[in-house]
Every structure is written in C-alpha cells, then in structure tokens.
C-alpha cells in the first residue's frame, strides 16, 4: 500500500470523535485530546489509552470513578429530598389535596388543620384552616383580630347555590347563637358573592386580613371584601363554634 494512503488513514483514525457522557469519559480525556496511543481493549467495547513509563496511575484517573458515583448520589439524595418536600408541602383530605400554607395580605399561613364537610355521609368538601401560628383553641381562633383563612375544595359535583347560600344562613344563625341582626346586612352582602353552583374541583378561600376584612376568592376569582372584626368572627364561627356545621371537620381543623 502506498505511504501516503497510510498517513491519510492514520490521521483519520486519528480524527475519530467519541461521543461520550460526561460520567463516561476515559482517562485520555483527563490528558487531552491526542488519540496516539489510543487502543481497544480486546472483547471490549471500551478504548483505552496507552499509559506512558511512569503515568501508571495518573491524577485524577483513579477518582474519576469515585466522582462519578459521588454525582449519582447527590443525584438521587436530591429526587429524595424533592419527594419528601412535596409530600410534606400538601395534605391528602378525601383523595384532594390542601396546601400547607396560604397567603393571608403579606402574611404567610400555615395549616393547622383539615377534615371532611359531610352531609348524609357524602363528602361535600375537604376543608383546611389556616393560622399564622397553629392554635388548637376554637374560641381564641374565632376571637382573634389576626390574619386567617378557610379553603374549601369541592368534592362533590354540583352545589347549587340554594342550598350554598341555605348553608351559610344555618351556619351564622348557629355560629352567632341566633343573634344575626348586628351583620345581617353584612350576611346578605356575604351571601351575594355565591350565585354560581360549586362544582368538583372548585376551591373558595375565605381569608381574612386585620384592618381589611373578610374577602372570598371563588376558583381564584375575587368576590367581595366585607369589613368588621364582628362579621369576621360570625363566619369563622360557623366551622368552629359550639354548633358546627360539621363536628368532625371542626376537630380536623383544630388538629386534634
């Protein structure tokens, strides 16, 4: 075979590009990029380079392996770390899930508790409380001028807004002990903002901020804001007074 037909193909050998991963890579790599030496192992797949007298055990080589395996552990402590964050970030109620914080104005809230609104043993919604601090004292809760909050995540598919609005009025005459004439005019303002059937899926915050009032969010859409620390207590009473619209969601909120 000519010289030069040699040369040429040495140098294209020479040129070959090995596509590898970066946790891949062989010790030439480490080097640099001159494949002289480049040789394949025999039954292997695998390339090696050819190490020079002396450079048995070049820096670095040895720990490629070692780096590699590092990588992979903080990979999967990471995916780890991810799950049980996301986990602890949300509370299954009823096969939905509520967040573990809501924003309340420029308060952050934490959930203190949550449990199911029953009605002849069907699941209407999940429902969650939201405090600045957990507090497991209803009184204190219904009484406290300090940002709050109840969600609601709807279970059950088709609400009208009759029987949303018949709710609420049983829950204020209940929350309130009867007395509903000093917010009567607030209840019916309140009653106004649901004129649309709750539907499974929807979700309606309830939160209340100091000095603002009470606001409702229907499927984040603002309704309304209602003013008054009085009105303020007459609805978180009805989730959390002496005659609670659901025994059993009340304990849940209050975390017991």
Same mark, same amino acid.
Request: glycine fraction near 10%; hydrophobic fraction near 40%.
């Given at each position: %075979?000519?010289?030069? !037909? !040699?040369? !040429?193909?040495?140098?294209?050998?020479?040129?070959?590009?090995?596509?590898?991963?970066?946790?891949?890579?062989?010790?030439?790599?480490?080097?640099?990029?001159?494949?002289?030496?480049?040789?394949?192992?025999?039954?292997?797949?695998?390339?090696?380079?050819?190490?020079?007298?002396?450079?048995? +055990?070049?820096?670095?080589?040895?720990?490629?392996?070692?780096?590699?395996?590092?990588?992979?552990?903080?990979?999967?402590?990471?995916?780890?770390?991810?799950?049980?964050?996301?986990?602890?970030?949300?509370?299954?109620?009823?096969?939905?899930?509520?967040?573990?914080?809501?924003?309340?104005?420029?308060? !952050?809230?934490?959930? +203190?508790?949550?449990?199911?609104?029953?009605?002849?043993?069907?699941?209407?919604?999940?429902?969650?409380?939201? *405090?600045?601090?957990?507090?497991?004292?209803?009184?204190?809760?219904?009484?406290?001028? #300090?940002?709050?909050?109840?969600? %609601?995540?709807?279970?059950?598919?088709?609400?009208?807004?009759?029987?949303?609005?018949?709710?609420? +009025? #049983?829950?204020?005459? +209940?929350?309130?002990?009867?007395?509903?004439?000093?917010?009567?005019?607030?209840?019916?303002?309140?009653?106004?903002?649901?004129?649309?059937?709750?539907?499974?899926?929807?979700?309606?915050?309830?939160?209340?901020?100091?000095?603002?009032?009470?606001?409702?969010?229907?499927?984040?859409?603002? %309704?309304?804001?209602?003013?008054?620390?009085?009105?303020?207590?007459?609805?978180?009473?009805?989730?959390?007074?002496?005659?609670?619209?659901?025994?059993?969601?009340?304990?849940? %909120? *209050?975390? #017991?």
């Amino acid at each position: %075979m000519p010289k030069s !037909s !040699s040369k !040429s193909s040495a140098r294209k050998r020479r040129n070959i590009n090995f596509p590898l991963k970066p946790c891949m890579m062989t010790t030439w790599q480490r080097w640099g990029t001159d494949t002289t030496n480049l040789k394949f192992v025999p039954g292997s797949t695998r390339i090696r380079k050819s190490e020079p007298a002396g450079f048995a +055990n070049p820096a670095g080589a040895g720990g490629l392996r070692k780096e590699c395996t590092m990588i992979k552990k903080i990979f999967v402590m990471t995916v780890a770390v991810l799950v049980m964050a996301s986990l602890a970030m949300a509370k299954d109620i009823g096969g939905v899930s509520l967040p573990d914080s809501l924003a309340a104005g420029k308060s !952050s809230l934490l959930l +203190n508790g949550a449990g199911l609104r029953k009605k002849l043993f069907i699941k209407v919604y999940a429902g969650g409380l939201y *405090l600045v601090q957990k507090n497991k004292d209803p009184k204190k809760v219904i009484a406290a001028d #300090e940002p709050m909050a109840i969600r %609601m995540h709807f279970i059950y598919d088709g609400v009208s807004s009759k029987k949303l609005i018949a709710a609420w +009025n #049983e829950g204020f005459e +209940n929350g309130t002990g009867g007395n509903i004439a000093p917010v009567k005019e607030k209840i019916d303002t309140f009653n106004s903002f649901f004129k649309e059937e709750a539907k499974k899926g929807d979700i309606y915050d309830i939160i209340y901020v100091p000095g603002q009032g009470i606001s409702v969010h229907i499927k984040e859409k603002l %309704m309304g804001v209602i003013k008054g620390l009085d009105f303020k207590k007459a609805v978180f009473a009805i989730w959390l007074g002496e005659k609670p619209a659901d025994k059993g969601l009340r304990k849940g %909120m *209050l975390g #017991e």
